[in-house]
């Protein structure tokens, strides 16, 4: 990192190089980490009930379940006419252009999405590298910003929120603290885990008892403590007005679209992660608007 000592203008774009090459990848974990999670609890159910092996479907099922399934084998294959893609058509954004979108044996259109994952996270780790310096937290950022990427699309596509995504960037964001690498306090660090996984829990149980119904998943609880960990207890009131808003917004919008009733879920988490990764940047500076010019303080 002394390079960027040197020309600390160059961050930014190797920041926005890395970034759209990891979200090369992230489009692999978003895809396969919920097939994962699905064929681990499949399995698990099985073996936890022996007497479903005795079913000749169940029993092929689970053969199949054995077979090695994780971010790195089996290889990427078109879904249409099974044709391994080429290392040549892994290239960020320019291979989806130079395919013009489709397979380049049976012209399956490929989802624009892919190529928009990538710029995505290109962008969002150049604002990185413009706000934050070349040192190890700077570099801690990024992956925050990939793992918060992550979680967003798969919420979206499954209404689960991982935890092998929440969990460790909790941990990762207390660790942080603890080695002093962070700005924040550990101190600050883990009142702002502790009260950012309370507040929703405690959230979910009082909609539950006056409804009955459940109103968010365990996730959106992991998830906020998460990000109080990395940004510690003062930003939790802002993060939560902001996802809220927004989610609201948003939500009622993605369901009159999808003409589905007010009463319909819709995940909250994509929201949660906007509004964390906005006041990592520009919360300070939000708050301290606030009390300026709206509180006179």
Not at 245 to 267: C, H, S, T, Y
């Amino acid at each position: 990192m002394v390079i960027f000592d040197y020309y600390p203008a160059l961050f930014p774009i190797a920041a926005g190089i890395f970034g759209l090459l990891i979200g090369s990848f992230l489009n692999v974990v978003i895809h396969r980490l919920p097939i994962m999670m699905e064929r681990e609890w499949k399995q698990e159910c099985i073996e936890f009930f022996p007497q479903l092996k005795k079913d000749p479907k169940i029993k092929q099922e689970l053969s199949e379940l054995k077979k090695p399934f994780n971010l790195n084998v089996p290889r990427s294959r078109c879904p249409k006419c099974d044709t391994q893609i080429r290392a040549l058509d892994n290239i960020p954004v320019i291979s989806w252009l130079m395919l013009k979108g489709k397979c380049y044996k049976c012209s399956n259109p490929i989802s624009f999405r892919y190529p928009a994952i990538e710029l995505l996270t290109a962008i969002l780790c150049v604002v990185i590298g413009v706000n934050f310096s070349a040192d190890w937290y700077g570099l801690a950022l990024l992956f925050f910003t990939f793992t918060l990427v992550s979680a967003t699309f798969i919420d979206l596509d499954t209404m689960l929120l991982p935890d092998q995504l929440t969990l460790p960037l909790m941990w990762a964001g207390l660790a942080l603290s603890l080695f002093e690498i962070s700005p924040i306090s550990l101190k600050d660090a883990v009142i702002g885990a502790m009260t950012g996984y309370l507040c929703l829990w405690s959230i979910f149980w009082a909609f539950k008892l006056l409804t009955g119904k459940e109103g968010m998943g365990y996730g959106d609880f992991k998830l906020l403590a998460a990000l109080g960990a990395w940004l510690g207890w003062q930003q939790l009131p802002l993060i939560i007005l902001l996802s809220s808003v927004v989610g609201l917004i948003f939500g009622i919008i993605q369901l009159r679209l999808q003409k589905k009733g007010i009463e319909k879920a819709f995940p909250f988490g994509p929201y949660l992660a906007i509004a964390g990764w906005f006041c990592l940047i520009w919360g300070n500076d939000l708050t301290s608007w606030y009390l300026t010019n709206m509180l006179g303080m």
